[in-house]
């Protein structure tokens, strides 16, 4: 392991982001993102090597400061990433009729436009070294379905999407560029709806393989970023217990 070389995951004070971290710190450096300085030194607590990773507390809804924020953080630091895992998100459940420019600018911003602007950091040789290797966004099945007051949730992974298979073609073949399209996962997130009984018990029919955890997506990650996906590029990863098969009328 190069001690000089590190992964970024974005999201890694809570629910995907945070499992995926742990998972990765057994052999992996990790730089640690999050909003909550707080939730993120619990998320370092947990990790295996503590010593070898660093926390980046920073807001995503303001993609605009973020190269004032991860500039320092790299350039002339002799820390370079060698792989961008963006597992933060933000879902603000509304009918479309209330969906203002605001709130659909807010949600774009975390899921979309920050993701754009840290790939767009790092490409840069004065920042990252061009050490980059690996990009994985993590996306969601309602990227290809939809899902009432979902709206401008939908649109952001459906982008977050089509960048990642520009970016495979644009990056190839020295950087490898793929999304996981993860199912329903109990996480913080998506405790408003688990809180539901009678969404859960439909979640527990609709899904073949039932109702997906936050390992089954660190899972993914670990092999999607390893060697042994050398030959993986472009690609949407659907993980989802079956959900998107299942044309039960049930």
């Known amino acids: 392991m190069d001690a000089a070389l590190y992964t970024l995951v974005t999201g890694a004070s809570s629910?995907?982001?945070?499992?995926?971290?742990?998972?990765?710190?057994?052999?992996?450096?990790?730089?640690?993102?999050?909003?909550s300085p707080q939730r993120l030194e619990e998320t370092l607590g947990m990790c295996h090597h503590p010593e070898r990773h660093i926390v980046w507390p920073f807001d995503l809804k303001n993609p605009g400061e973020l190269a004032d924020s991860?500039?320092?953080?790299?350039?002339?630091?002799?820390?370079?990433?060698?792989?961008?895992?963006?597992?933060?998100?933000?879902?603000?459940?509304?009918?479309?009729?209330?969906v203002d420019y605001l709130a659909a600018q807010e949600i774009m911003?975390?899921?979309?436009?920050?993701?754009?602007?840290?790939?767009?950091?790092?490409?840069?040789?004065?920042?990252?070294?061009?050490?980059l290797t690996n990009i994985l966004f993590i996306s969601s099945i309602w990227s290809r379905f939809g899902a009432r007051g979902h709206s401008a949730y939908c649109a952001s992974k459906a982008a977050l999407d089509g960048l990642m298979r520009?970016?495979?073609?644009?990056?190839?073949?020295?950087?490898?560029?793929?999304?996981?399209?993860?199912?329903?996962?109990?996480?913080?997130?998506?405790?408003?709806?688990?809180?539901?009984?009678?969404?859960?018990?439909?979640?527990?029919?609709?899904?073949?393989?039932?109702i997906g955890r936050p390992d089954d997506i660190a899972d993914a990650i670990e092999f999607v970023?390893?060697?042994?996906?050398?030959?993986?590029?472009?690609?949407?990863?659907?993980?989802?217990?079956?959900?998107?098969?299942?044309?039960?009328?049930?």
Not at 73 to 83: C, H, K, P, Q, T
Not at 109 to 123: D, P, Q, T
Not at 195 to 209: F, G
């Open 225 to 250: 970023l390893s060697g042994k996906a050398r030959w993986l590029t472009g690609q949407e990863i659907v993980i989802d217990g079956g959900r998107t098969v299942n044309m039960s009328l049930k």
């Open 15 to 35: 629910g995907l982001g945070r499992s995926s971290a742990v998972r990765l710190s057994r052999e992996r450096n990790l730089i640690l993102h999050g909003r």
């Open 109 to 131: 911003n975390v899921n979309f436009f920050s993701a754009a602007e840290i790939v767009r950091l790092l490409l840069r040789k004065k920042v990252n070294n061009q050490r």
């Open 166 to 210: 520009a970016l495979a073609v644009e990056l190839a073949p020295a950087i490898r560029v793929n999304s996981i399209l993860p199912g329903a996962i109990q996480t913080p997130m998506a405790a408003e709806g688990f809180a539901d009984p009678s969404i859960v018990e439909k979640l527990e029919q609709d899904y073949p393989m039932g």
């Open 70 to 98: 991860l500039t320092p953080l790299l350039a002339g630091s002799g820390r370079s990433v060698e792989a961008f895992v963006h597992c933060a998100g933000m879902v603000t459940v509304l009918p479309m009729r209330s």
